[in-house]
């Protein structure tokens, strides 16, 4: 019988311990994989030789449009159509250092690139818009988010036209298919939408996987079946495509897995991002010393709270800003990282103290004490920098040793 009793003590107490180690499963993001979210395991090459992909989707007499596309350029020559509805809508290169849209009754808008702004073999984020409106500079392309040309001339009536053919991918966007004008490389993440979508949208869903059912959302091709020759429409259409010569291939596209309540103002910092740093996701930013390899990556956005609090908090700090942001990340990622701290906390702090007052705060799940990750290296204005910031999977707030500095 006492050895019963001693047995019960023994579990009892080791339960105990492993419940004040272990955080509550609630506060564990649980992240797709590791190393590449499955959104981004797969995605369709093509050869620039003879592949496509067909679909039956048809623009006829749309009077506004949207094309996104995640696309890895190998090389771009002359009229290598992205996607497009031939003889009413065409995206894609129109010749080596051109991003060329082109509607039948809208005229066309181009955005001249060189391998600086437009490298190849590396992942971007385009754009094609066209918001139907009877004035010039109606069509638009953006790249990574950023708006580069507007154009075209004045729709002529109040769609973009008709013709006797449909939306392809990888080839017949410029011309019928058959006639050599192919893409070379790789695309991920195509979404047509028969409407006009504004910057601030687009900038809000391209680091993430739609639901399907979004309004307006006429075709959505994950490609994450990455078998099989049809390209499954995951929008609630079903205009499924069917796959001529491509092959699926795995690249890394930077899409993240964010809880639903810290998409506010996502960003990203991949290889392609234009420089060395991400854009600020409502006072966060991150930068690296040296560009980033393909398959490291990552994404944020935050809560969208203001203001201050002092809960959570670890040893030494004695108020946090409210708003955090939540990381997903994949890869390796050191990263300096940057918080505006009037942006952060909706408000001027009222002063800034030493860079060594600040800490950046860390935390696996939603839930518990935050911990401290690195100790601030440097002050400008209100801007608090970390440097060497092994970046992981999980939620990071700002924190002040000074309730008068944050």
């Known amino acids: 019988m006492n050895h019963i009793y001693l047995f019960l003590v023994v579990f009892l107490f080791s339960q105990l311990s492993f419940?004040?180690?272990?955080?509550?499963?609630?506060?564990?993001?649980?992240?797709?994989?590791?190393?590449?979210?499955?959104?981004?395991?797969?995605?369709?090459?093509?050869?620039?030789?003879?592949?496509?992909?067909?679909?039956?989707?048809?623009?006829?007499?749309?009077?506004?449009?949207?094309?996104?596309?995640?696309?890895?350029?190998?090389?771009?020559?002359?009229?290598?159509?992205?996607?497009?509805?031939?003889?009413?809508?065409?995206?894609?290169?129109?010749?080596?250092?051109?991003?060329?849209?082109?509607?039948?009754?809208?005229?066309?808008?181009?955005?001249?690139?060189?391998?600086?702004?437009?490298?190849?073999?590396?992942?971007?984020?385009?754009?094609?818009?066209?918001?139907?409106?009877?004035?010039?500079?109606?069509?638009?392309?953006?790249?990574?988010?950023?708006?580069?040309?507007?154009?075209?001339?004045a729709p002529s009536g109040d769609h973009y036209g008709t013709a006797n053919y449909t939306v392809n991918i990888g080839a017949g966007a410029y011309d019928p298919l058959g006639s050599s004008r192919y893409y070379d490389g790789n695309l991920d993440e195509i979404r047509v939408w028969n409407s006009a979508r504004t910057q601030d949208e687009i900038k809000a869903n391209m680091f993430k996987q739609l639901d399907?059912?979004?309004?307006?959302?006429?075709?959505?091709?994950?490609?994450?079946?990455?078998?099989?020759?049809?390209?499954?429409?995951?929008?609630?259409?079903?205009?499924?495509?069917?796959?001529?010569?491509?092959?699926?291939?795995?690249?890394?596209?930077?899409?993240?897995?964010?809880?639903?309540?810290?998409?506010?103002?996502?960003?990203?910092?991949?290889?392609?991002?234009?420089?060395?740093?991400?854009?600020?996701?409502?006072?966060?930013?991150?930068?690296?010393?040296?560009?980033?390899?393909?398959?490291?990556?990552?994404?944020?956005?935050?809560?969208?709270?203001?203001?201050?609090?002092?809960?959570?908090?670890p040893s030494g700090s004695v108020i946090r800003s409210a708003r955090i942001w939540q990381i997903d990340k994949s890869g390796t990622v050191s990263a300096s990282v940057t918080i505006d701290l009037s942006v952060a906390i909706g408000a001027d702090p009222s002063s800034v103290g030493a860079a060594s007052n600040y800490k950046l705060l860390y935390r696996m799940g939603t839930d518990g004490n935050f911990i401290s990750a690195a100790t601030g290296a440097s002050v400008s204005g209100d801007n608090i920098s970390f440097s060497g910031v092994t970046i992981q999977n999980g939620y990071y707030a700002i924190a002040a040793t000074d309730s008068n500095n944050l």
Do not use: C
């Open 19 to 153: 419940a004040q180690i272990i955080p509550s499963f609630q506060a564990v993001h649980n992240k797709k994989s590791t190393t590449v979210p499955t959104s981004t395991s797969s995605s369709l090459q093509f050869d620039g030789s003879n592949d496509r992909v067909t679909t039956n989707l048809s623009m006829n007499n749309w009077s506004a449009f949207t094309f996104e596309a995640w696309v890895y350029p190998e090389s771009a020559g002359s009229r290598e159509g992205i996607i497009g509805h031939n003889d009413i809508i065409e995206f894609g290169f129109i010749q080596s250092g051109k991003i060329h849209l082109w509607t039948a009754r809208g005229s066309q808008a181009n955005w001249y690139y060189n391998s600086t702004t437009l490298p190849y073999n590396t992942w971007h984020h385009i754009v094609a818009v066209g918001d139907g409106t009877l004035n010039n500079n109606n069509l638009k392309v953006y790249v990574n988010g950023e708006l580069k040309v507007q154009g075209g001339s």
């Open 212 to 313: 399907g059912d979004e309004s307006n959302l006429q075709s959505y091709y994950r490609m994450s079946t990455a078998s099989g020759n049809t390209l499954v429409d995951n929008s609630s259409n079903s205009y499924d495509g069917t796959i001529s010569g491509a092959s699926w291939g795995t690249n890394y596209v930077p899409l993240g897995d964010l809880n639903s309540s810290y998409q506010t103002d996502m960003e990203g910092l991949w290889e392609a991002s234009g420089t060395s740093s991400s854009e600020a996701s409502t006072g966060l930013s991150m930068s690296v010393s040296s560009t980033l390899s393909e398959e490291n990556f990552a994404i944020f956005g935050n809560n969208n709270t203001s203001s201050t609090s002092t809960s959570d908090l």
